[in-house]
Nanobody, 122 residues
Framework: VQLQASGGGLVQAGGSLRLSCAAS????????MGWFRQAPGKGREFVGC??????YYADSVKGRFTVSRDNAENTVYLQMNSLKPEDTAVYYC??????????????????WGQGTLVTVSS
């Protein structure tokens, strides 16, 4: 089982990026899929998650970020708009341990991608 995150890079403040997370080895269509981020010197922070057509976001990204998924492609996306320098972090995708619903704590996830770096310049 593998989650492969991609799409990170360097962008100016106010710009946009779209991250992708491709799952292989099994399907996660019945699980909540989430995105987390970790800035230098800080802990892993919940960004958003999606399940059964629903989404939930951290207040810090609400209205700017959108999580979506394509179950046919076994891929989850994170569209990031109006990026700010404080969004600079390594972004991780993850699959929840079981069930569906709002999962916003790292210990509720048991499969993790390798992370992709997003750098927002001012």
């Amino acid at each position: 089982v593998q989650l492969q995150a991609s799409g990170g890079g360097l962008v100016q403040a106010g710009g946009s990026l779209r991250l992708s997370c491709a799952a292989s080895g099994r399907t996660f269509s019945s699980r909540t899929m989430g995105w987390f981020r970790q800035a230098p010197g800080k802990g892993r922070e919940f960004v958003g998650c999606t399940w059964s057509g629903f989404t939930y976001y951290a207040d810090s990204v609400k209205g700017r970020f959108t999580v979506s998924r394509d179950n046919a492609e076994n891929t989850v996306y994170l569209q990031m708009n109006s990026l700010k320098p404080e969004d600079t972090a390594v972004y991780y995708c993850a699959a929840a341990r079981s069930g569906i619903g709002v999962y916003q704590y790292y210990y509720e996830y048991d499969y993790w991608g390798q992370g992709t770096l997003v750098t927002v310049s001012s």
